[in-house]
């Protein structure tokens, strides 16, 4: 009962990436394309980022470590018996 996720898909950006460079730690591209180059900025004009597109695949993830189980530390040491051995002990109530 896992995800499906796709192995490849393409995204937009405008990061200028290289081919082999991972994107958002998951995915590493394989292609890029330009859709808009980069224009300087002049005559007040501002600097354009450009845009580009990558084709990326999915980068195979090792299973996560495991994290080393705390056992939780009891406050009070086992003395043994049951809940239902317990509800039979009548309770003691103090009054000052």
Do not use: C, L
């Not at 470590?65 to 051995?85: F, H, I, L, N, Y």
């Amino acid at each position: 009962m896992g995800t499906n996720v796709p192995s490849n898909k393409s995204i937009h950006s405008r990061s200028n990436k290289n081919i082999g460079d991972v994107i958002e730690g998951e995915w590493e591209i394989t292609a890029k394309k330009v859709i808009a180059e980069p224009i300087p900025a002049g005559n007040g004009q501002p600097p354009r980022f450009g845009i580009y597109e990558y084709e990326v695949k999915a980068i195979r993830q090792s299973a996560a470590p495991a994290k080393p189980s705390r056992a939780k530390q009891k406050s009070e040491p086992d003395v043994g018996g049951t809940r239902r051995e317990a509800a039979t002990v009548p309770t003691v109530r103090r009054t000052h």
